[in-house]
Every structure is written in C-alpha cells, then in structure tokens.
C-alpha cells in the first residue's frame, strides 16, 4: 500500500525552528517528487514546496523562501521540512504528498502550532 | 501566479440529485506539452484531502463513476451525478501547468439539504 506518514509537528513559540519527517512506504520513492501542502485552521490547502525524485531542484513558496528548506533521503524514503523563524501565519496542518502537479498520494498531516 | 477562482463557496444539495463546481483560472491551463495540469481533490470533514481527478477528467482508482471532471482552458466543472451522504465536504481544484507556485482554488462546501 502507497503510504506516507508525517511526524514532527509541535508546539513552538514565534522565531523558532522545527523540523517535519516524512515516512514513504509501499512505492520507489527515489523516483517521485514530493511535496509540502499546508492548511491553515478553518482554511484552505496551500502549496508549501517541492523537490525533485534526487534532490536537485527545490521549490518554495513566496512566503516560506530563506526560511524553509525541503530536503530528502532517498536511502532512507524520507522527506523532510525544516522551517525556521516561525510565525504565527505558519500555523497550520503540513501534509506530505507524492509527485508534483499529481499530487496523488497524502499523508495524515502533522500539526504545527506557532505561538508567542 | 495563476489564480483558481471556485464557486458556488458553498453547495446545498439533495440527496440522489446532482451537483457541480465550477473552477475557473486566471490563464488557460493548457501546458506547451499539451496536457491540462488541472486536478480535484476532495476533503472530508476531519480527513485529509484525497485526490479524485487528474488532468481534467481522468477518474483516480476507487473513486465512484458518480464523480466526473470536464473543461479546457480556463473553465472546468467537477460534476457529482447524484449525490450522496459520504459527498459531504470541501473540494478543490488546483492547477500544475504553470508552476511555481502550484496553486488551489478556495474551495467549495458540499452539504445535504
């Protein structure tokens, strides 16, 4: 079964850092894309950043560029989201979502929590 | 960036009656390779979007034939035949032809009368 399963979401205060996971299983993983998704509460879905099946190009959104960094480990089908300098507009539940413009596989989400 | 403007917000409907949502972008979505990087995800309430179209009209797995995607260019329609009580929730389209940024529409509200 095409799984993915994010972990690491928390509660952290404004200016912090936190990192997300993301577990892949069930499909090659070294052979997709991924995404980040966010949804903010109450809100709807807005693309967060993507990279490519080896790492070689990463793209962000406007409002997370020098503050967000996609990253993966294809040895260990991982796919990761380190977010720095957090504020309260980054609140929202991150979903991890195969491919590209597909978007065909999603995750449960992980729930980050930005706070003063 | 393209813009994905949705109506109606919200959508009233009976059950066994049939439902549509419109989603319109601000550029024809049509990409220099030909394809329309145009998708439908469906979310439930308390669950997380799942896809339900790809590129326009194409059907994912599973996903009940009660549910059809149409348009070209800029104008596109996700059509529920006849809906039912598990439609309940919000939909959105989101195009991929010209990224970055890949962009959703706002969404709209399924709900039984």
């Known amino acids: 079964e095409v799984q993915v399963v994010e972990s690491g979401g928390d509660l952290v205060q404004t200016g912090g850092s936190l990192r997300l996971s993301c577990a892949a299983s069930?499909?090659?993983?070294?052979?997709?894309?991924m995404s980040w998704v966010r949804q903010a509460p109450g809100k709807g879905l807005e693309w967060v950043a993507t990279?490519?099946?080896?790492?070689?190009?990463?793209y962000y959104v406007d409002s997370v560029k020098g503050r967000f960094t996609i990253s993966r480990d294809n040895a260990k089908n991982s796919l990761y989201l380190q977010m720095n300098s957090l504020t309260d507009v980054d609140t929202a539940v991150y979903y991890c979502v195969t491919g590209r413009w597909t978007m065909g596989v999603w995750g449960q989400g992980t729930t980050v929590t930005v706070s003063s | 960036d393209v813009v994905m403007t949705q109506s109606p917000l919200s959508l009233p409907v009976t059950l066994g009656q049939p439902a549509s949502i419109s989603c319109r972008s601000s550029q024809s979505l049509v990409h220099s390779d030909g394809n329309t990087y145009l998708n439908w995800f469906q979310q439930r309430p308390g669950q997380s979007p799942r896809r339900l179209i790809y590129r326009v009209s194409n059907r994912d797995s599973g996903v009940p034939d009660r549910f059809s995607g149409s348009g070209s260019g800029t104008d596109f329609t996700l059509t529920i035949s006849r809906v039912e009580a598990e439609d309940v929730g919000v939909y959105y389209c989101?195009?991929?032809?010209?990224?970055?940024?890949?962009?959703f529409g706002g969404g709209t509200k399924v709900e039984i009368k």
């Open positions: 069930g499909f090659s993983f070294s052979s997709y894309w």
């Open positions: 990279t490519k099946e080896d790492g070689s190009e990463k």
């Open positions: 989101m195009q991929g032809t010209h990224w970055p940024p890949l962009t």
